[in-house]
C-alpha cells in the first residue's frame, strides 16, 4: 500500500504528466526542424522538362539513367570543344536564405577544369557572373566566390578522382555584399581558407540571379557530370536527405 499522501500522488502525476508534455513538444519542434520544407526540386520521372531550361545543344546530351549506386540521376555530357551542357534551376530572389543539397560524380577527359554548379547571375557582364561556383579538374574540385569586379575569391579545395561519388551541400544567404556561404563535402563541414566556416561576401549581382548544375567551359576532351536531383529546402537536412 502506498505511503504517500493523496495529494502528494497527485503533485507526482501532474509533474510527470508535464514532463511529458514538454519532451513531447520539443521532439515534435527539433523534428519539424529537421524535416523542413522543400522549395524546389526536379524530378528524374518527369525527366529534363522538370527543370526550368536545359542548355546543351547536340552532340552533348543530357537526360536521366540509372545509377548502381544512386538509381536514376541526371548526366550531363559536354561533347570536346562544346561550351556548356548544363541545366537551369530555379530563379531566386536577393535577400533569400536557403540550402542546396546533390552528389555528383564526374569523367573529364583532359587536364583542364570545368564548371559543375554554378550561382549564376543575368548579365553576364559588368556583373560578379557567376558569384559561387564548383569547378573541377584533374585531382582537385574547388569551391570559388566572385565578386562585383569579378575577382575569383578560392574557398576551399580537396582531392578527387574520375568517377568517384561525392556529396554536397550549401546554405546560401543571397546578398551583394553581405551574402553568406556555408559548405558541407561528403556531409562535413568545411572550413574555409581564411580560417572561417561562413564566408561573407558577393552571391548576388546583377538584376536575375539563378541556379545551374551540369558541366561548363569548352576543352579539348569530353566531360561527364552524373548527378542526383539537387533539393533546395529551408534545413540542411531535407536538403541531403536523398543525396
Avoid at 60 to 78: E, I, M, N
Avoid at 123 to 147: C, K, M
Wanted: aromatic content about 10%; overall charge neutral; charged content about 20%.
Amino acid at each position: 500500500m502506498s505511503l504517500l499522501p493523496q495529494h502528494r500522488k497527485l503533485a507526482v502525476g501532474a509533474l510527470a504528466l508535464a514532463t511529458f508534455a514538454i519532451s513531447c513538444s520539443s521532439a515534435a519542434a527539433s523534428s519539424s526542424a529537421a524535416t523542413g520544407k522543400v522549395l524546389w526540386t526536379p524530378s528524374t520521372a518527369k525527366g529534363p522538362s522538370s527543370f526550368l531550361g536545359v542548355q546543351c545543344a547536340a552532340p552533348s546530351s543530357f537526360g536521366v539513367v540509372k545509377d548502381p549506386v544512386k538509381g536514376s540521376v541526371w548526366k550531363a555530357f559536354q561533347a570536346a570543344n562544346q561550351e556548356r551542357c548544363e541545366t537551369v534551376g530555379p530563379e531566386l530572389k536577393e535577400g533569400d536564405t536557403f540550402y542546396l543539397g546533390w552528389s555528383s560524380k564526374v569523367e573529364i577527359g583532359d587536364d583542364q577544369s570545368r564548371y559543375v554548379f554554378q550561382l549564376k547571375c543575368s548579365p553576364s557582364e559588368g556583373t560578379a557572373n557567376h558569384p559561387i561556383e564548383i569547378d573541377i579538374t584533374t585531382g582537385r574540385v574547388r569551391l570559388q566566390e566572385w565578386d562585383t569586379q569579378h575577382v575569383a575569391h578560392p574557398l576551399w579545395t580537396a582531392p578527387v578522382k574520375n568517377g568517384e561519388w561525392h556529396a554536397y551541400a550549401l546554405k546560401i544567404h543571397l546578398g551583394r555584399s553581405d551574402g553568406t556561404i556555408d559548405f558541407w563535402f561528403d556531409g562535413k563541414k568545411q572550413t574555409f581558407s581564411g580560417g572561417s566556416g561562413t564566408f561573407k561576401g558577393t552571391t548576388w549581382d546583377g538584376d536575375r540571379n539563378y541556379l545551374k548544375w551540369g558541366s561548363y567551359h569548352p576543352n579539348p576532351g569530353d566531360a561527364t557530370n552524373t548527378f542526383t536531383s539537387p533539393v533546395m529546402a529551408t534545413t540542411l537536412e531535407t536538403a541531403t536527405a536523398g543525396s
